[in-house]
Nanobody, 116 residues
């Protein structure tokens, strides 16, 4: 499974951004996909994840502000981020795994999100 992120960038606090992750490979559509972020000097944090159907989960720090979705092919994962805060600044990685609690099998290269 290959994961390629797009989106990200710089935005002022209170603004919005959208991240996308394209998953390719024969089995990509069967995996749960998610976003994991890491800021300098901080621990890695799983932000949001989604499997097929209505299975999804969010970190408490982003609930009510971020929305994760998959397209009908189950190969495109989108993270809509609203009401962004400076503490959301991090490198955001797309990740894939067999269950919503184990999205650690495959990783993308990451995309930077900076909130000032």
């Amino acid at each position: 499974v290959q994961l390629v992120e797009s989106g990200g960038g710089s935005v002022q606090a209170g603004g919005s951004l959208r991240l996308s992750c394209a998953a390719s490979g024969a089995t990509a559509s069967s995996y749960c996909l998610g976003w994991v972020r890491q800021a300098p000097g901080k621990e890695r944090e799983e932000v949001a994840a989604k499997c097929s159907g209505d299975i999804s989960k969010y970190a408490d720090s982003v609930k009510g502000r971020f929305t994760v979705s998959k397209d009908v092919t189950q190969r495109i994962l989108t993270l809509r981020m609203n009401s962004l805060k400076p503490e959301d600044t991090a490198m955001y990685y797309c990740a894939a795994g067999p269950t919503i609690d184990t999205i650690t099998s495959y990783w993308g290269q990451g995309t930077q999100v900076t909130v000032s």
